[in-house]
């Protein structure tokens, strides 16, 4: 178990996607399975590995259950964050056949997803190794499905970035242009969030070392460093001095990663760990 769900579970309402995803499949009923297999049929699914990774979403599952099939008898073999290879067994789910293969979608939906994120994530935190950069996720989510990608993530070993529009400041470049300039947004902002009684973090998206400077004056929380050269953010990490956290950001992936974490930035956000990965090839079978 990671904390992640009781530390994050005011971001979002759990059952109420369970139960909105499974009205989504099931709809009025399984007709498949409600006319092929006998009401009361009672029998055991596993959890089979087809590919090399790392396993998330296994205590997503275990509350899934509870909440839609308190019934079933889930044996975990393998908790979240664990690497597993082809052929391992990550849990079995004895209970009522037709409900489990009504179920059956919606958990490789999660599990697939979820271990293709986390797996992905470990690869890209594990080029930073030796620094103290942490590869971190952003908004570039798919609708509705954000906490379970987030959660991933966080099993892979990477940090989250904020929530939504609501629990932090990110002062990107069109506002930075629509206010009229970094001052002014940045004390428009401040100005806000008095008013409004908020405590939110600011932090500042930045497009080069003056703007970086600029920034830097009027003490944001982080600053963004936004498609900024390796050489340019080493520059901008010994301006800011520890002063605001540093973020990088923009044309990252695995072939400059490590070049980027070894300027001593302290975050490196890739949309690519939620909104390009490839799901890990998991299946759900029911045994004879």
């Known amino acids: 178990m990671t904390g992640f769900f009781e530390q994050n579970k005011h971001h979002f309402s759990f059952e109420k996607f369970v139960k909105d995803a ?50 079933a008898q889930l044996e975990i073999l393998i ?43 470990r690869y890209l935190q594990s080029l930073c190794a030796g620094t103290k950069a942490k590869v971190t996720d952003t908004r570039k989510t798919t609708p509705l499905f ?15 970035h904020r929530w939504g529009l609501y629990d932090m400041v990110l002062i990107k470049d069109n506002h930075i242009d629509a206010a009229g300039g970094i001052d002014k947004a940045i004390l428009k902002c ?17 497009r080069n070392l003056e703007e970086v400077k600029m920034a830097l004056g009027y003490q944001p929380d982080r600053i963004m460093l936004d498609n900024f050269s390796v050489d340019n953010v080493h520059k901008a990490v010994e301006i800011i001095n520890g002063l605001a956290e540093t973020e990088a950001s923009g044309g990252i992936n695995e072939s400059n990663l490590k070049a980027y974490a070894q300027t001593g930035v302290d975050f490196i956000s890739i949309g690519a760990l939620t909104h390009q990965i490839q799901s890990l090839d998991l299946s759900l079978k029911l045994l004879k």
């Open 190 to 206: 401040r100005e806000y969030l008095r008013q409004q009684h908020l405590n939110l973090k600011i932090e500042v998206e930045t």
């Open 146 to 160: 954000r906490f379970f990608e987030k959660w991933a993530v966080a099993i892979g070993g990477g940090a989250n």
């Open 22 to 71: 499974l009205s989504e499949d099931i709809g009025s009923g399984d007709i498949t399975s409600l006319s092929t297999i006998p009401v009361d049929k009672q029998g055991k699914m596993q959890l089979l590995v087809k590919q090399e990774g790392v396993i998330a979403g296994v205590e997503a599952i275990q509350r899934m259950l509870n909440y839609v099939y308190p019934e």
């Open 79 to 121: 908790q979240d964050g664990k690497d597993i290879k082809p052929k391992d067994v990550v849990f079995y789910i004895n209970g009522n056949v037709q409900r489990l293969l009504s179920y059956e979608r919606l958990i490789l939906n999660i599990m697939q997803r979820m271990s293709g994120i986390a797996t992905k994530t």
